[in-house]
């Protein structure tokens, strides 16, 4: 069974400060994806970004950036200079091909709230 | 724009009432999915559709059931509702999971049972 592990339930931090959100994820598949949402006060999920299983490079646009690492099954985000505005839930999650590759499974998520 | 549109923001229903909640998209997707999201348990898959008539159950389906009657609705229906289904509820849609593409999410609704 897949399993998405997201060990901090908050994080407070001040404005500009940088961040880093940890994902460590279980399959035993050797092919799945690798996923990063948002979700602000207002409820519904916004989708960050992709990553497949063959695909370790790391990847950066603007203030976010992402890690993957198969050797430790992790896909951590970090916000560089983070602002008011990135307060939100995050949520990783991973999608496995078995089954139609259809299910995709979330972590409980990490509370981020940045302060003034 | 892309759009997954739950029918209701807020609802709240009287314990044993058959409740329904209704979920469309106007992408043409394959997927449709139904979570539920509670405080430090993240979101839970309760059924998914893969096809037009075709459900598989998630993670927790007892309690619910779902309906795909044409491809761009989804509906979940408690059918005697109870406190513990108290909770926000999320719609979602996607290509099938071999594109690798992502899961919109619609607004969410938030269920309370009294």
């Known amino acids: 069974a897949q399993k998405v592990t997201q060990a901090q339930t908050e994080i407070s931090v001040v404005e500009k400060e940088d961040v880093t959100l940890d994902c460590v994820y279980e399959?035993?598949?050797?092919?799945?994806?690798l996923f990063w949402y948002k979700q602000p006060p207002s409820g519904e999920l916004v989708f960050l970004i992709r990553?497949?299983?063959?695909?370790?490079q790391n990847e950066i646009s603007g203030r976010y950036s992402w890690n993957f690492q198969k050797s430790t099954s992790s896909f951590n985000f970090t916000i560089t200079a983070s602002q008011v505005v990135d307060s939100a839930v995050y949520f990783c999650a991973l999608r496995i091909l078995t089954g139609g590759g259809n299910k995709l499974t979330f972590g409980t998520g990490t509370q981020l709230k940045v302060e003034l | 724009d892309v759009k997954v549109t739950q029918s209701s923001r807020y609802l709240v229903k009287r314990t044993g009432e058959k409740v329904f909640l209704e979920c469309v998209q106007d992408m043409d997707h394959e997927n449709m999915f139904w979570y539920r999201q509670d405080p430090g348990l993240g979101l839970r898959l309760i059924y998914f559709s893969y096809d037009v008539k075709m459900k598989e159950k998630g993670d927790i389906p007892e309690g619910y059931s779902v309906s795909r009657e044409k491809k761009e609705r989804f509906s979940l229906i408690l059918e005697s509702a109870s406190t513990n289904q108290t909770s926000m509820y999320l719609c979602a849609s996607s290509l099938p999971g071999t594109l690798n593409t992502e899961a919109f999410f619609g607004q969410g609704t938030r269920l309370t049972v009294v």
């Open positions: 399959t035993r598949d050797t092919t799945y994806y």
């Open positions: 990553r497949n299983s063959f695909d370790e």
